[in-house]
């Protein structure tokens, strides 16, 4: 609620410090006096258009700020937090506004800058007010929808269940419409896939391939001088004598002295046999390379060939020669794939009319529930009506289809409030109906009903008794001390029946200030001047006698 209200060179104000505590606060005073700049004040406070006609003449700028006590659990505290201006449990919320001469604006919340949008977001959830001029939620249709469901209470089961089917209907449409994305850019590249996998079948690449084919081009277009090197190295080995049969000669000499020599000569004995072993190993390998060296021109053109191919192909492809064997294995899995994709296509639609049809049946309960909610709710506010002089008005809350596109986690519904103000007339939006003194009482009977399912904690009324008086007046003032038992109420009013409902009093006064001017200023009236002010709005200028009695008979009730 509205706990603290500064007011620093707005109009006629230069200096205003009011102090609000809960229940019904009323303000009065003579016309013109100034009650509408506290209402301006206040709205400026909580992100209205900023005008820079209202800083006071000769004042460089004008400032407003208002401090605010919310629940635990209140959505503004979501707001608070989503704007990086989160607030501890225990602490106030204090809105401020600061308008130039020249008309620049800026806002704060806790005196952390932020945008004017974004006070007027958080103001909205602290703030309605309801008048001729201005006025914020029951008249916004966005939000009737939320406010029937927290009348009627359709359960929070049953949208809660709601909630939950559309999200798995939104998961399964998106989840199809993936799929359906997928296997359209496939089907757009089949032919191009398949065109890939006749070439690389075509060539049939194999890992580790370049390599082998590069050294034996590299040894086939050295051919000659190879033959030449085999050759010599052979014969090196091999002519006039061989060098392993030369070894073992010596082996055999030197093992008839053995005896003779000790143990001297079995290294060296040791270290020939090494060399023939491996002589003759790598004679035998010499004697295979040139066994098997390809002299045929026509062997290097056809591994040329091949690995100019693979190279060729890899660079159409954009990766090595090395990866084309897994391209291969990938581009037949993406055609295989693309065979199935269309029978997963059809299981995920499958699954989607599925969840479709269990969020129909949610939300037709949901709205079933809200068809009952909105009988409850205008039989509820067509009690209010007769005692606020509007017994001839009619009250509709109107459930409607949305059209498909429109559906959403809350449902199939559009949720409307409308009035007719005479008989016979079709109902349309309140505040298209609506007189300005009609409005604020058919705001009055809303919030009366809807008092304990609401979560602004704060209701301001501008003459909502404009036009009544006697019976009516003191049915507005009975209703709006009972509304104030549920949440704060601040009303601007002439009717001294609905001021002496009030359980604080506040007096608007235009009076003369030290520099010649006029400035207006606001206190809170003690029990012997709240006498006095309801007898002047009883009698007039000059307090009578019986209208101090008639104002003491008010007050008592």
């Known amino acids: 609620m509205l706990t603290f209200l500064s007011i620093r060179d707005v109009v006629l104000i230069e200096r205003l410090d009011l102090r609000f505590t809960h229940g019904l606060g009323v303000f009065t005073g003579e016309t013109g006096a100034g009650k509408s700049i506290l209402l301006d004040s206040l709205s400026l406070a909580l992100g209205a258009r900023a005008d820079s006609g209202l800083v006071r003449r000769g004042a460089n700028q004008l400032a407003v700020s208002a401090e605010f006590t919310i629940a635990p659990d209140h959505p503004v505290r979501a707001l608070l937090a989503e704007a990086d201006l989160a607030i501890a449990p225990n602490e106030s919320v204090v809105v401020r506004r600061v308008v130039t001469a ?19 977001r958080i103001g909205d959830g602290l703030v309605e007010i309801h008048g001729q001029f201005e006025s914020h939620g029951l008249l916004d249709p ?21 909630e939950a089917a559309h999200a798995t209907w939104a998961a399964a449409a998106k989840a199809r419409q993936t799929a359906e994305r997928v296997l359209a850019k496939a089907r757009a590249e089949e032919d191009l896939l398949r065109h890939m996998l006749g070439e690389l079948e075509a060539l049939a690449p194999k890992q580790g391939e370049e390599s082998q084919l590069a050294d034996e081009r590299a040894m086939l277009m050295n051919g000659e001088k190879l033959a030449e090197g085999l050759t010599a190295g052979l014969a090196a080995l091999s002519e006039p004598q061989s060098v392993e049969t030369a070894l073992r000669q010596a082996m055999r000499a030197l093992e008839r002295i053995v005896p003779m020599a000790g143990q001297r000569l079995d290294p060296i004995i ?93 939300a037709r309960v949901l709205s079933q529930a809200r068809q009952a909610a909105a009988g409850a709710l205008d039989a509820a506010v067509a009690g209010e009506l007769p005692p606020l002089k509007l017994e001839r008005a009619r009250f509709v809350t109107t459930v409607e289809d949305l059209p498909e596109d429109q559906w959403g ?44 399912s609401g979560t602004v904690p704060t209701l301001v009324f501008d003459e909502v008794d404009a036009g009544i008086g ?11 001390a009972r509304l104030g038992q549920d949440v ?7 009717s001294p029946q609905v ?10 006064q235009k009076s003369d200030d030290d520099k010649g001017g006029v400035g207006t200023t606001v206190r809170e009236l003690s029990a012997e ?29």
């Open 270 to 362: 040791e270290g020939l046999d090494r060399a023939a072993v491996e002589t003759a190993e790598a004679q035998g390998q010499l004697e295979a390379v040139a066994a098997g060296l390809d002299m045929d021109p026509r062997r290097l053109e056809t591994v040329e060939e091949r690995l100019f191919a693979l190279r060729s192909l890899s660079r159409k492809h954009g990766c090595t020669v090395d990866a084309l064997p897994a391209l291969l294995e990938d581009t037949r899995a993406k055609l295989t794939a693309l065979d199935g994709d269309g029978d997963a296509v059809a299981g995920l639609m499958k699954t989607e009319r599925t969840a479709r049809q269990t969020f129909l049946e949610a």
């Open 499 to 508: 001021a002496a409902t009030g359980r604080g009093h506040y007096k608007v």
């Open 102 to 120: 020249d008309g620049r604006s800026r806002a704060h919340v806790n005196d952390q800058p932020t945008s004017v949008g974004m006070l007027k």
């Open 409 to 452: 986690p809350e449902g199939l519904d559009r949720v409307t409030f409308l009035v007719a103000t005479n008989p016979g007339s079709d109902p349309g939006q309140i505040h298209k109906i609506a007189s300005g003194g009609e409005l604020a009482r058919f705001m009055l009977a809303l919030k009366v009903v809807l008092a304990r």
């Open 142 to 162: 966005t939000t009737h929808r939320s406010v029937l469901d927290a009348f009627g209470g359709p359960g929070k089961a049953a949208l809660t269940r709601t």
């Open 488 to 494: 704060q109420v601040l009303v601007v009013t002439h």
């Open 470 to 480: 006697g019976a009516t007046a003191a049915a507005v003032g009975e209703r709006l």
């Open 529 to 557: 001047e709240r006498l006095e002010e309801v007898a002047r709005m009883l009698s007039g200028a000059e307090i009578t006698a019986q209208a101090r009695a008639a104002a003491e008979s008010l007050l008592a009730r």
